[in-house]
Nanobody, 116 residues
Framework: QVQLVESGGGLVQAGGSLRLSCAASGFFFRLYFIGWTRQAPGKEPELVAGISVAGGSTSYADCVKGRFTISRNDAENTLYLQKNSLKDADTAVYYC?????????WGQGTQVTVSS
């Protein structure tokens, strides 16, 4: 059974940092493109960051470039998102996903709230 379980969310002050983790199981994690999306209240889902197989390349939404860093540990089947210089606009539920054609697998999400 494929599972993606996020952790590390919480309440943080603007300017602070958080590291999200996503523990994967039930599939060959290292073979797939994986990433993070987020959804703020009343807004459409937004792609935040993605990382290719073996971490060869990364991509970021313009609004998080220079502040967020995505990484993966294939030995531990874990995806990370280091978030620095957090802003109110980063408040959202963050989801990890694995692009496993023809389907995409999703975690249940972790809430991040940034207070000013």
């Amino acid at each position: 059974q494929v599972q993606l379980v996020e952790s590390g969310g919480g309440l943080v002050q603007a300017g602070g940092s958080l590291r999200l983790s996503c523990a994967a199981s039930g599939f060959f994690f290292r073979l797939y493109f994986i990433g993070w999306t987020r959804q703020a209240p009343g807004k459409e889902p937004e792609l935040v960051a993605g990382i290719s197989v073996a971490g060869g390349s990364t991509s970021y939404a313009d609004c998080v470039k220079g502040r967020f860093t995505i990484s993966r540990n294939d030995a531990e089947n874990t995806l990370y998102l280091q978030k620095n210089s957090l802003k109110d606009a980063d408040t959202a539920v963050y989801y990890c996903y694995a692009d496993r054609p023809p389907a995409t697998s999703w975690g249940q999400g972790t809430q991040v709230t940034v207070s000013s």
